[in-house]
């Protein structure tokens, strides 16, 4: 699985890093600039998705939105703790000693006491989830978003997030391990199935009313990006500038 | 030098004068009760029982008018196309952004049925502003969404210019979305008028 995804990873990641040579300052969102060079690109495959969003990916998500809400969360729940091991990874990488005992802690009691990790025990005993990956690592360590990408099927993304994923799954504690790897790409599919649903509501709304969809996308994936690396923390300087007219 | 100094420093001392609205240091005691009861009186005048939806539309408008300063949003929104905005178009864009938000928000009204703002924090942004914290919870139970409410005291009142849902910008969306119309019109802020009247008399 590994071997046969490896020239593909390598060509995603060459095209990322070509890109990353056009990043943008950490300030770009505060101050509106649109760093979107291939915009047209974007556009283009932003569209194809959605044709792909509404004849597969939208009636599955819809349709998984109808499982029971309990089994959904045993999906989560399991789904969470077998990506346990990279999150610890980057918070180790971020050098935040706190979050990694809390995932440490996590992956400890969910799969012990949680019955493998369908059952997220730890929560309830003040352990909270928490995403990391290693575009929010990079973007902790100051790399910017770079430019604006939009990934076929995987949606919005920028340059450095991109890097980020294909990073990812080589630096996935998991990818080490022969024989999962059937495992990880359902709990993938799974999770992006998951996320597709919660996101029912937003994706809707924005196909209705925003005059321009794309353009709402690509702000809100970054903005979104930004809350995340800050670990949800909004700074003064993240806000936007509203003077006083 | 030192007559440039003096001068300086005079005019600095005249600014709260000339200003008044800035002199005051930001309350943010009284913004959280301006978001606390503001959020309270809106969830339960809009999500009246037995009311029509053009009545929950005018009531709307109504409370928006009066607790966003949608004025001042307006401009915001324009991002670095206002400069280039004649009077004119300034109104005619504002009048229809207003209609816009009613058209938008209020077809959403429904989703807001049972939820309630509780005020957790509150902190000054910059000279003017105070980012008061609430978390947005369901009646029925369910997920919490920390809501973040920026108003700014003019005029003796507090109005709301953003609202950060989850650390996103709602102004700055708008900023973005609107900008990247204006660009694609070829800089034009017509474009964007012309787009959004055919938006609001659709309906």
């Known amino acids: ?245 | 030098m030192t007559f440039d100094r003096r001068f300086f420093l005079l005019a600095a001392a005249a600014l709260p004068l000339a200003y008044p609205a800035l002199a005051q240091a930001q309350d943010t005691d009284k913004a959280r009760d301006f978001v606390g009861s503001f959020t309270g009186k809106a969830v339960e005048y809009l999500l009246a029982d037995g009311i029509s939806q053009s009545e929950a539309t005018s009531r709307f408008r109504d409370l928006l008018n009066e607790g966003f300063d949608v004025g001042t949003i307006g401009r915001f929104v324009l991002g670095r196309y206002l400069r280039e905005t004649s009077p004119t178009e300034l109104n005619d864009f504002l009048s229809l952004f207003e209609d816009y938000l009613v058209q938008v928000y209020s077809s959403r009204l429904g989703e807001f049925r049972d939820l309630g703002f509780k005020v957790v924090d509150a902190r000054a942004v910059g000279n003017t502003d105070v980012l008061v914290g609430t978390t947005a919870v369901r009646q029925a139970g369910g997920p919490s969404a920390r809501v973040e409410w920026r108003v700014r005291n003019k005029d003796s009142a507090f109005r709301v210019v953003d609202v950060v849902v989850e650390g996103i910008s709602m102004s700055a969306s708008q900023r973005d979305e609107f900008s990247s119309v204006i660009q694609r019109g070829g800089g034009k802020v017509q474009t964007l008028i012309q787009t959004l009247r055919q938006r609001t008399q659709a309906t």
């Open chain 1, 1 to 245: 699985m590994l071997s046969q995804s490896k020239p593909l990873a390598a060509i995603v990641l060459a095209l990322s890093l070509s890109l990353v040579g056009c990043a943008g300052t950490a300030d770009q969102q505060v101050s509106g600039d649109i760093n979107d060079p291939i915009e047209g690109v974007n556009r283009a495959i932003f569209g194809f998705n959605e044709v792909v969003d509404k004849a597969v990916i939208g009636p599955v998500a819809r349709g998984y939105g109808k499982v029971p809400s309990p089994i959904r969360d045993r999906v989560r729940d399991f789904v969470r703790n077998l990506t346990s091991p990279i999150v610890l990874v980057h918070d180790v990488l971020q050098l935040d000693g706190e979050r990694a005992g809390n995932t440490a802690g996590r992956m400890l009691v969910n799969t012990t006491i949680g019955a493998f990790g369908l059952v997220d025990v730890a929560t309830p005993f003040g352990l909270p989830y928490h995403s990391e990956d290693a575009g929010q690592t990079l973007g902790k360590h100051g790399v910017g978003d770079g430019p604006f990408v939009v990934l076929p099927i995987l949606g919005p993304s920028t340059a450095r997030d991109t890097v980020g994923r294909v990073v990812d799954m080589f630096l996935d504690p998991l990818s080490w391990i022969d024989g999962i790897g059937g495992l990880r790409v359902g709990a993938t599919v799974a999770s992006g199935v998951d996320l597709r649903e919660r996101l029912e509501p937003v994706i809707a709304d924005g196909r209705k009313n925003a005059l321009d969809y794309y353009a709402q996308t690509r702000s809100l994936y970054r903005q979104n990006r930004a809350a995340e690396i800050a670990n949800q923390t909004v700074a003064d300087s993240d806000l936007p500038d509203i003077p006083v007219y």
